[in-house]
């Protein structure tokens, strides 16, 4: 039997944009992301870039003329944060409404936006009462 396939972190998710530059601006403007990597045509267009999200994780998107939206099996991203109150605030000052909840199940703290496509984007804190704080912190770690 061959060895088990073992995976260490999530590397990206792959989505459609029907504005490039809008997308770019979203998520480098409120989440901090910086451009990894630019996809141009021999001529030059940019038609793809890959944003990095830090710590080893990155989005990528591609020019798609009508935006996927929620169609077909896609059903958000997640990003995890530090400080949910202080994003969802920062969130605020750009327009949107986040609203802060528990998840029923997993306990985690997280609220819920849209990009510019309609994206749906899940902010997530882990504190002790989440479910996977654990898993994600150790056991007996002092973050939050």
Do not use: W
């Not at 994780?57 to 929620?70: D, I, N, V």
């Not at 969130?91 to 998840?103: N, Q, T, V």
């Not at 936006?113 to 997530?124: A, F, K, S, W």
């Amino acid at each position: 039997m061959a060895d088990r396939l073992v995976v260490t972190r999530l590397s990206h998710a792959c989505l459609g944009s029907s504005d490039l530059a809008r997308t770019i601006g979203f998520y480098c403007n409120l989440f901090g992301c910086t451009i990894a990597h630019e996809f141009r045509t021999d001529a030059g267009e940019l038609y793809g870039v890959f944003l990095d999200c830090h710590n080893g994780t990155f989005l990528e998107f591609f020019k798609q003329e009508a935006a996927m939206g929620q169609e077909g099996l896609f059903r958000h991203l997640c990003l995890q944060v530090e400080d949910i109150t202080a994003a969802a605030e920062s969130l605020r000052s750009a327009g949107l409404d986040p609203e802060i909840r528990r998840g029923r199940t997993d306990r985690v703290l997280q609220c819920f936006v849209q990009d510019p496509d309609g994206t749906r984007i899940e902010l997530q804190q882990h504190d002790e009462q989440s479910v996977l704080y654990p898993l994600i912190y150790g056991r007996g770690a002092g973050r939050g």
